[in-house]
C-alpha cells in the first residue's frame, strides 16, 4: 500500500514567517516531486528529485526551497511567506523504471495572512 | 500555456450510465498519459495509464482511449458509481521530459 505522508494538512500563517512543509514516504521511491494547486487550476510542478542530494526546480517558478538528505523525505521550505504563497502543496513519488504514476501526499492547505 | 487541456469542468451522470471524460493536449511529444482520482481533503490516486503505443487500456469499469492524430484521449466509467463522484485529473509526460503536465480536472457527479 502507497504511504506518503504530509504535515501539517492546514496552515495559517502570518506574513514574514519562516515555514518547512513536512514530506515523507515509506515505499523507498526514489523519485519525489512538490506540486502547487490553485482551485480549478492544475497541478504544477514546483521542485523535483530523482534521489538523495539531487533536486531540480520544475516549470513553475517558486521562492521555496527543497531539500532531499534522505531518501524518504523531501522538505519543502518558505523562508518568508507571502500572501501569494497561499495555495494547496502537494507531494508525490514515484518508482525509477517504467512505472510512471506517482502516488500523492494529502496535501498541505497553507493560508498566508 | 496549458499544454493539457480539460475542457469541460464538471459533469453529472446517471448511476449505472456511461461516462466520458476528455482531454486534450497539444504537445507532440507527449508519449505516456495518466488518469488521477481525486477526493476532496485527499490527494490525487492513480486511476489508468496509457502509452503511445497503445489506442486503448482496459481496467475493470475503466477505459483510456488515446487518438493520437487527434491529441485527445478520453475515460471512459461503465457502469458509473455514485462512489465514482470525484474530480478527475489526466497528465501526460514528454519523451525526454522529467515531469507530468497536468489538466485542470473535470468533477464528476454521479447520481443515484
Known amino acids: 500500500e502507497a504511504d506518503i505522508y504530509q504535515t501539517p494538512r492546514y496552515l495559517v500563517i502570518g506574513t514574514g514567517k519562516k515555514i518547512t512543509l513536512e514530506c515523507s514516504q515509506t515505499?523507498?521511491?526514489?523519485?519525489m516531486y512538490w506540486y502547487q494547486q490553485d482551485p480549478g487550476m492544475e497541478l504544477h510542478l514546483i521542485h523535483y528529485s530523482y534521489g538523495v542530494n539531487s533536486t531540480e526546480k520544475g516549470d513553475l517558478s517558486s521562492e521555496s526551497t527543497v531539500s532531499r538528505i534522505r531518501t524518504e523525505h523531501f522538505p519543502l521550505t518558505l523562508e518568508s511567506a507571502r500572501p501569494s504563497h497561499t495555495s494547496q502543496y502537494l507531494c508525490?513519488?514515484?518508482?525509477?523504471?517504467?512505472?510512471?504514476?506517482?502516488?500523492f501526499g494529502p496535501g498541505t492547505r497553507l493560508t498566508v495572512t | 500555456d496549458q499544454q493539457v487541456k480539460q475542457n469541460s469542468p464538471s459533469l453529472s451522470v446517471q448511476e449505472g450510465r456511461i461516462s466520458i471524460l476528455n482531454c486534450d493536449y497539444t504537445?507532440?511529444?507527449?508519449?505516456?498519459f495518466l488518469w488521477y482520482k481525486k477526493y476532496p481533503a485527499e490527494g490525487p490516486t492513480f486511476l489508468i495509464s496509457?502509452?503511445?503505443?497503445?489506442d486503448k487500456n482496459e481496467d475493470g469499469r475503466f477505459t483510456v482511449f488515446l487518438n493520437k492524430s487527434a491529441k485527445h484521449l478520453s475515460l471512459h466509467i461503465v457502469p458509473s458509481q455514485p462512489g465514482d463522484s470525484a474530480v478527475y485529473f489526466c497528465?501526460?509526460?514528454?519523451?525526454?521530459?522529467?515531469?507530468?503536465?497536468f489538466g485542470t480536472g473535470t468533477s464528476l457527479t454521479v447520481i443515484p
Open positions: 515505499m523507498g521511491h526514489d523519485k
Open positions: 496509457i502509452s503511445s503505443i497503445k
Open positions: 508525490a513519488s514515484s518508482q525509477q523504471g517504467g512505472k510512471y504514476e506517482q502516488y
Open positions: 497528465a501526460a509526460r514528454p519523451v525526454s521530459g522529467n515531469q507530468f503536465y
Open positions: 504537445n507532440s511529444m507527449f508519449d505516456y
